[in-house]
C-alpha cells in the first residue's frame, strides 16, 4: 500500500498540489450520523423490520460508536424528540462519553402527532401552535442538557389543496412561533431552519425552498441559519450554486447528507450522483479558503439524515460516510490557482478540466494512507462486516426502536 500511495503522492505533488495539508483536512474532517438512522424505518407504505436493530436510544449510541470506530470521523450522533426522549439525559451523555461520542444536533418531530395533521406552527388552532412551540422549546432544554449546541428544525407543515389555508397568516405564524424560539436559545447556540419542495403537503409546503428558510433565518438573527437537505430540491436544481449563495451571505449552518433519483428518496448519500457531492465540497472547500467566508465555512454541521429501509443499518450508515469523505478528499484536490487562472482568462475547458481533474482522480491510496495514520483500518466497511459485531447484536431480537 505505501509503494502505491508514494506513485499517487508523487502524481499530486507534480500537479501542484500539498499532499500534507490534504491530508490534515481530511484528519480534521467530522460527520454526524443519526440515531433514527440505526432503528426501523421505511416508505409511507410499510416499515420492514430487521433483527438487530437498537431497541433504546442507549443500542444507537452502541451502533453509531462502531460506525466511528472504523471511520475515525463520526464522534457525535444526532437526537429526535420525542424518538429518543429519556428521563434522564446525564445518563445518555455519560453513555455517549464512555463510547467516545457526544451528542450532536436535536431535532424537534411536528409531523408525527395528530394534532398536527392541518398543520404545527400554521395550525389555525391557537392551542396547537402553542404546543408546537412548547415542544421546540423542549428540545432546547434537551439540548442545555446533553451539551448540543444545534436544533435541526424541519416543518412538514404545508397543504393539498388550493384555498385550504391561507399563505400569508401561516407565514405570520411561523415568524412569529420561531421568534420566541430564537429567544430562548443561549448565546452559542444556533437554530438551523430546513426547507422541503413538497410533501407531505402536495399542494404547498410552507419552507418550500432554501430562500424562504434564508429569508426566516435572516428576520431571527446571527444564531439562525439554513440547513440544506440534498433530497429536499427539485429535478435539477443547481444545489452547489445554493451552497455558494448562502457562503457568502453567511447563513448555511449545516447539511443533510443523502441522495435521491426522484425526490426525497433517503438513499445512501453519493449513491445516485456523486459528481453533484464532489462539486458541493468544490464550493465548501474554496469558500474555506476565502478570508470573507471562511469562518462560516469552519462552522458548518456536517450531519447525515437518511432512514435506510432495506439496507443493513451500520454498514450502510459506513458507506454513506465513507461516500462523503471520498467527495471532500477529491474537493481538495482542486488545483486553486489553475481554476482562478482558467476562469479570469474565460478559459470554459481549463476551468472545466481543472474540477473534473479532481473528480476523477482516485483517492483510495489517499484514504488508506491518512486512515493508517489515524490508527484505522484502511477499510472500514470490510473491518467491521469482520469484526463480528453485525452478527452479536442480532440477540436485540426483531422490534426495535424506530419511527414511532
Not at 441559519?225 to 457568502?248: P, R, S
Not at 482558467?342 to 474540477?355: I, R, S
Not at 486512515?371 to 453485525?390: F, H, I, Q, V
Request: charged share 25%; glycine share 8%; aromatic share 10%.
Amino acid at each position: 500500500m505505501r509503494d502505491e500511495y508514494r506513485i499517487w503522492e508523487q502524481r499530486q505533488i507534480d500537479r501542484g498540489i500539498d499532499v500534507e495539508w490534504v491530508k490534515e483536512r481530511i484528519k480534521e474532517f467530522k460527520v454526524e450520523t443519526p440515531s433514527w438512522g440505526y432503528g426501523d424505518s421505511g416508505t409511507r407504505f410499510k416499515t420492514f423490520k430487521q433483527a438487530g436493530v437498537p431497541r433504546n436510544l442507549f443500542e444507537k449510541l452502541e451502533d453509531a460508536a462502531q460506525v466511528n470506530k472504523y471511520t475515525g470521523i463520526c464522534p457525535t450522533v444526532a437526537i429526535h424528540i420525542p424518538w429518543d426522549k429519556e428521563d434522564d439525559y446525564s445518563k445518555v451523555v455519560e453513555y455517549a462519553a464512555q463510547l467516545g461520542l457526544k451528542i450532536g444536533a436535536v431535532n424537534p418531530n411536528l409531523f408525527q402527532d395528530d394534532d398536527y395533521k392541518f398543520g404545527s406552527i400554521t395550525n389555525v388552532r391557537p392551542e396547537v401552535r402553542r404546543k408546537a412551540i412548547d415542544h421546540m422549546l423542549e428540545c432546547i432544554d434537551i439540548a442545555k442538557q446533553v451539551g448540543s449546541k444545534i436544533i435541526s428544525l424541519w416543518l412538514a407543515d404545508g397543504t393539498n389543496y388550493p384555498g385550504q389555508g391561507d399563505f400569508r397568516a401561516r407565514k405570520h405564524w411561523i415568524e412569529e412561533s420561531l421568534q420566541e424560539v430564537y429567544a430562548a436559545l443561549e448565546d452559542d447556540m444556533r437554530l438551523l431552519i430546513e426547507y422541503k419542495c413538497f410533501e407531505p403537503g402536495f399542494y404547498h409546503t410552507d419552507i418550500a425552498d432554501w430562500g424562504m428558510s434564508y429569508t426566516f433565518a435572516s428576520k431571527l438573527g446571527p444564531k439562525a441559519q439554513v440547513l440544506v437537505d440534498l433530497g429536499h430540491h427539485l429535478q435539477g436544481t443547481n444545489v452547489e450554486h445554493i451552497v455558494a449563495f448562502l457562503l457568502d451571505e453567511g447563513k448555511i449552518g449545516g447539511f443533510h447528507f443523502n441522495n435521491r433519483k426522484y425526490a426525497d428518496d433517503d438513499l445512501i448519500v453519493g449513491s445516485i450522483n456523486p459528481y453533484e457531492l464532489f462539486l458541493i465540497f468544490n464550493e465548501l472547500v474554496a469558500a474555506s479558503l476565502d478570508s470573507k467566508t471562511a469562518s462560516t465555512a469552519a462552522n458548518i454541521a456536517y450531519m447525515i439524515d437518511q432512514s435506510h429501509c432495506i439496507e443493513p443499518k451500520i454498514p450502510a450508515m459506513i458507506r454513506s460516510v465513507l461516500n462523503i469523505q471520498t467527495a471532500y478528499a477529491k474537493a481538495l484536490l482542486v488545483n486553486r490557482e489553475q481554476l482562478k487562472a482558467a476562469q479570469e482568462a474565460n478559459d470554459v475547458m481549463a476551468a472545466e478540466a481543472a474540477v473534473r481533474e479532481a473528480f476523477e482522480t482516485d483517492v483510495r491510496p489517499l484514504l488508506e494512507m491518512v486512515r493508517e495514520e489515524m490508527g484505522l483500518n484502511p477499510d472500514p466497511l470490510k473491518a467491521y462486516l469482520e469484526s463480528g459485531y453485525g452478527e452479536k447484536i442480532l440477540s436485540r431480537g426483531i422490534g426495535g426502536k424506530g419511527w414511532e
